[in-house]
């Protein structure tokens, strides 16, 4: 998304540790109309794999799926984080390596908000190593649903795990893909 990419460059910087801070638009202050349209080329792109939710994490993620929901009138559900160790009988829940904070947490679901037979379309703000959307698919997977897709607002695909799961046969499709990232350049996907 060409408007993404400019954006990137006009006000992301780049932090020691591969880190793209976007807090100025994307994931701390939002510009809501902007967000909108990322939410409406989502609906675009999935419109055909015909998702019936939408799954995000919090806090990031809230934002691009509720625009992406908005655009093709679905639920979200988002996976909540959880210091308490405590197995539920009532959630999915999972493990999640945080590349931003080098720890892993628990991420849940309630059972109710995640049924067998829904087809997901999987949506958070980064895709850098993947443990995020892969912790998202195994809680889907949990609740025997379908992933149909994946989707984010920015792909560094120099950490690969975009690729890895392109490669595994899942459709991935960033708004953006950074291949290159130095603290006076950004590269992106053609
Ligand atoms: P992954 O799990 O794919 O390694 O990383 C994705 C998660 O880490 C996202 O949920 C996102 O919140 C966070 N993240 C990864 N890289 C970045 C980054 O460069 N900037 C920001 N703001 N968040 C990131």
Same mark, same amino acid.
């Given at each position: 998304m060409k408007a993404l990419e400019e954006r990137i460059l006009k006000d992301g910087k780049v932090l020691p540790g591969h880190v793209l801070k976007v807090g100025?638009?994307?994931?701390?202050?939002?510009d809501t109309p902007f967000m909108m349209e990322m939410?409406?080329?989502? *609906?675009?792109?999935?419109e055909g794999d015909k998702p019936t939710k939408i799954l995000t994490i919090e806090a990031s993620g809230i934002a691009l799926g509720m625009a992406a929901a908005v655009a093709m009138d679905l639920p979200l559900v988002f996976a909540?984080? %959880?210091?308490?160790?405590?197995?539920?009988d009532d959630l999915y829940s999972t493990i999640v390596h945080s590349y931003t904070h080098n720890i892993d947490y628990r991420v849940v679901v309630s059972k109710e908000n995640l049924l067998a037979g829904e087809r997901i379309l999987?949506?958070?703000?980064?895709?850098?190593?993947?443990? *995020?959307?892969?912790?998202?698919?195994?809680?889907?997977?949990? !609740?025997?649903?379908?992933?149909?897709?994946?989707?984010? *607002?920015?792909?560094?695909g120099f950490q690969g795990g975009g690729d890895q799961l392109r490669a595994e046969g899942y459709k991935v499709e960033s708004? !953006?893909?950074?291949?290159?990232?130095?603290?006076?350049?950004?590269?992106?996907? %053609?």
């Open positions: 100025n638009f994307l994931n701390h202050q939002i939410g409406k080329e989502i *609906a675009r792109i999935f909540k984080k %959880k210091k308490s160790i405590n197995v539920e999987i949506v958070d703000d980064f895709l850098a190593n993947g443990c *995020a959307i892969r912790g998202l698919m195994d809680l889907v997977a949990q !609740a025997g649903g379908k992933v149909v897709g994946c989707t984010t *607002a920015i792909e560094k708004l !953006a893909i950074v291949d290159e990232m130095t603290d006076h350049s950004l590269v992106f996907r %053609k």
